[in-house]
């Protein structure tokens, strides 16, 4: 089975072409970091004229290195949500457009699956259940994935999700836009002790997450410096900042472990999905913490971590395989929890306002 991913639903635009055998023929991003960096941040209208622009000849290029045409193709996988409205339409419309002029399948993909189930396109020995932490942009969470479209959601965010707190931290220092690579980048030579950070939440029953009191924490050291930030003290500070999210993001996943332990006492694996995977302190102190637990960690590599089709493309190929197809009339979300019974985490009106982006 050969599937053409599409993902549209923020400021990546990108296509692959995946098979059922796991093997990715093509996977293409381009990212529209340069058209947003003047406006500090993402322009939801930018993003998805910029989609617009890019889509078509990304997929005829996705084709291109795959040697495959639409004759080729047995169905079609797109990002529907959640995400900036209009990014995720551009996607959408074109992924139906495709499978309906060339009569194929179709599969609207959450875009939290994409990332849920990324591991399993790299690691075939990957059984459900598993625990899930899925750490990006937008979503900080802890799941237990019992199948695909089966997830329990055991902890979110109350406030910022960990790249965003990353991104948040980046801008604070001049550290550029996307923040988590920077402040990575910047903490290699940094002393992560220099500065003590608070570490929300932790030793805290549960598994829910807080970044924005550290974020705050960290403006505060900032402003009270008497001389101004040098390159010494930005690695300092990206360095005391990673590893104070590390420590928050190892000490939730461990209570998780205990919740999926008691609730699935077969369940082998620890996974992680999402941008902030790509981190390689996040990823050496998960592996620790796996064997700490007698788990096994699937870490997808960096390219399935941050946003891409492949992702999305496998996440259909999942779905298709169960019979799982959807029709013309899917519509694009902005909002699209994975969990649809979970409750809003605490703190969180009604209108769930101040909750996570999905
Ligand atoms: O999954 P993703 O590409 O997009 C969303 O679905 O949100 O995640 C993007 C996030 C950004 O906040 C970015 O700063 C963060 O992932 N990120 C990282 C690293 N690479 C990307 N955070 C920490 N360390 C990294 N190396
Ligand atoms: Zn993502």
Same mark, same amino acid.
Do not use: C, K
């Given at each position: 089975m050969l599937v053409l991913g599409?993902?549209?639903?923020c400021d990546e635009t990108a296509a692959a072409l995946v098979t059922d055998k796991r093997e990715i023929r093509a996977n293409v991003v381009l990212s529209q970091i340069d058209e947003h960096a003047p406006y500090g941040g993402i322009v939801p209208e930018i993003a998805a004229r910029s989609h617009i622009d890019h &889509?078509?000849? &990304?997929?005829a290029r996705a084709m291109d290195d795959a040697g495959a045409t639409f004759a080729d193709l047995d169905g079609v996988a797109v990002t529907a949500g959640p995400g900036l409205i209009g990014a995720v339409m551009v996607g959408l419309m074109t992924g139906k457009a495709v499978a309906a002029v060339h009569d194929l399948p179709l599969s609207a993909v959450n875009h939290l699956e994409g990332h849920a189930l990324s591991a399993r396109l790299s690691d075939e020995e990957l059984q459900f259940p598993y625990l899930l932490l899925l750490v990006s942009g937008g979503h900080c969470q802890l799941l237990v994935v019992e199948g695909v479209g089966r997830y329990k959601r055991l902890g979110t965010t109350i406030d910022d999700a960990a790249g965003e707190a990353f991104d948040k931290a980046a801008k604070l220092l001049d550290l550029g836009y996307p923040g988590g690579p920077a402040i990575e980048r910047a903490a290699k030579n940094g002393d992560g002790t220099r500065f003590s950070l608070p570490r929300p939440l932790k030793g805290r029953a549960g598994c829910d997450f807080s970044f924005s009191g550290l974020k705050t924490a960290l403006l505060h050291k900032v402003q009270a410096l008497e001389v101004g930030l040098d390159d010494s003290l930005r690695a300092d500070f990206a360095a005391s900042f990673q590893q104070a999210v590390a420590d928050v993001v190892v000490d939730r996943c461990q209570n998780a472990i205990l919740s999926f332990r008691a609730a699935h006492p077969e369940g082998r694996f620890l996974v992680a999905g999402g941008g902030v995977v790509a981190n390689s302190m996040l990823r050496a102190r998960l592996k620790e913490l796996a064997t700490a637990n007698d &788990?096994? &960690?699937a870490l997808p590599p960096l390219a399935l971590c941050?946003? @891409? =089709? /492949?992702?999305? /493309?496998? =996440?259909?190929i999942e779905r298709l395989n169960l019979g799982l =197809?959807?029709?013309? @009339? /899917?519509?694009?979300?902005a909002r699209w929890p994975l969990d649809q019974n979970a409750a809003p985490p605490p703190?969180?009106?009604r209108a769930g306002k101040l909750g996570p982006k999905a």
């Open positions: 599409i993902e549209t639903s &889509l078509d000849g &990304l997929i &788990l096994s &960690l941050t946003d @891409n =089709a /492949a992702m999305i /493309a496998w =996440a259909g =197809a959807d029709d013309l @009339n /899917a519509v694009p979300r703190g969180v009106g």
